[in-house]
T-cell receptor, first 114, second 113 residues
Framework: DGGITQSPKYLFRKEGQNVTLSCEQN?????MYWYRQDPGQGLRLIYY?????DFQKGDIAEGYSVSREKKESFPLTVTSAQKNPTAFYLC?????WGGGQPQHFGDGTRLSIL | GENVEQHPSTLSVQEGDSAVIKCTYS??????FPWYKQELGKRPQLIID?????GEKKDQRIAVTLNKTAKHFSLHITETQPEDSAVYFC????????????FGSGTRLQVQP
């Protein structure tokens, strides 16, 4: 879907460094999500936002932070407290909050440790 | 919360054969079941979904079946082609909005030409 843009495509983090992954959508969707994908393990929910100025922790929020100041944007910061950040990160959105409708995904950001 | 188990984790078939991927879910309140296809290095894309008020849905070579009593649903791909090779994810959710979709662990399908 061209409606969700993630950047950068590849990102490298040094020890002790915070890095921010960008996610922008032009679908006018209220809800946005961040997932972490590791090999052989499905999609694990990090944070979600039901509506602008709101966000909630998902299943694996430790070491991550988010903000939702604009409807279109939901950036994810991987902090130095996340000791194993190497993974593929996917941002998604849906028209409204909840598990009763499809989610649309971005192309992902692959984060690695230097 | 919801727990979704997906089997098999890998599946290899010959071109033209059928492929079946199965998922079970734990929360009987779940009523929405989408399937996503993820090609290598790309985003997951919705390929088909089903709601609990129907037992089967078809879209060309793809079909999904749902057994609410047994709490399992399956993806069926007929006449497989090499471009069907990808990782497939099932998911379960509720339209009451209490939580986000819960995803299975994925099945890597390899279609041998």
């Amino acid at each position: 879907d061209g409606g969700i843009t993630q950047s950068p495509k590849y990102l490298f983090r040094k020890e002790g460094q915070n890095v921010t992954l960008s996610c922008e959508q032009n679908l006018n969707h209220d809800a946005m999500y961040w997932y972490r994908q590791d090999p052989g393990q499905g999609l694990r929910l990090i944070y979600y936002s039901q509506i602008v100025n709101d966000f909630q922790k998902g299943d694996i929020a430790e070491g991550y932070s988010v903000s939702r100041e604009k409807k279109e944007s939901f950036p994810l910061t991987v902090t130095s407290a996340q000791k194993n950040p190497t993974a593929f990160y996917l941002c998604a959105s849906s028209k409204s909050w909840g598990g009763g409708q499809p989610q649309h995904f971005g192309d992902g950001t692959r984060l690695s440790i230097l | 919360g919801e727990n979704v188990e997906q089997h098999p984790s890998t599946l290899s078939v010959q071109e033209g054969d059928s492929a079946v991927i199965k998922c079970t879910y734990s929360d009987s309140a779940s009523n929405y079941f989408p399937w996503y296809k993820q090609e290598l290095g790309k985003r997951p894309q919705l390929i088909i979904d089903i709601r609990s008020n129907v037992g089967e849905k078809k879209d060309q070579r793809i079909a999904v079946t749902l057994n609410k009593t047994a709490k399992h649903f399956s993806l069926h791909i007929t006449e497989t082609q090499p471009e069907d090779s990808a990782v497939y994810f099932c998911a379960a959710g509720q339209d009451t909005g209490r939580r986000a979709l819960t995803f299975g662990s994925g099945t890597r399908l390899q279609v041998q030409p």
